[in-house]
């Protein structure tokens, strides 16, 4: 029984540091996840909704939980009801900053009227500039 336990906790180990933040609305929705460990930050209220011009718009909230300023890096994919990306050229990791113990918006405007779905990554930077 102790080693049935053990095999489960080690399997869910890789699962811990990924946390996500699910949005549904109607036809559309979107995820929000930490790729790999991204200290101190925690995510929140997901939404996903379409805008004036009947664009698909996912926004998640981040919170700095530490009292040192985090830098984060986030990128957004979209994609179609057949879970096509639909790409867009433009887009690239977008890098942020975050004060002590504030919350910063992340938002992604879909690059099509055909994007029903939306993925956004944070990570930490990749690189020391800052």
């Not at 049935?4 to 996500?20: K, V």
């Not at 926004?59 to 530490?66: R, S, W």
Request: proline fraction near 5%; hydrophobic fraction near 40%; aromatic fraction near 6%.
């Amino acid at each position: 029984m102790n080693r049935i336990l053990t095999l489960l906790l080690l399997a869910a180990l890789p699962l811990a540091a990924c946390s996500t933040v699910d949005a549904e609305n109607g036809p559309l929705s979107g995820t929000a996840r930490q790729l790999g460990s991204v200290d101190n930050i925690e995510m929140t209220d997901g939404v996903i909704r379409f805008d004036d011009s009947d664009l698909a718009v996912y926004q998640v909230t981040l919170i700095n939980q530490d009292n040192d300023q985090a830098w984060v890096e986030y990128h957004a994919w979209w994609f179609d009801e057949g879970g096509i990306e639909i790409r867009n050229p433009s887009a690239a990791w977008i890098r942020m900053n975050i004060q002590p113990g504030s919350h910063r918006a992340v938002r992604s405007v879909a690059p099509s009227m055909k994007a029903v779905r939306c993925e956004i990554q944070i990570r930490e930077p990749q690189d020391s500039v800052r």
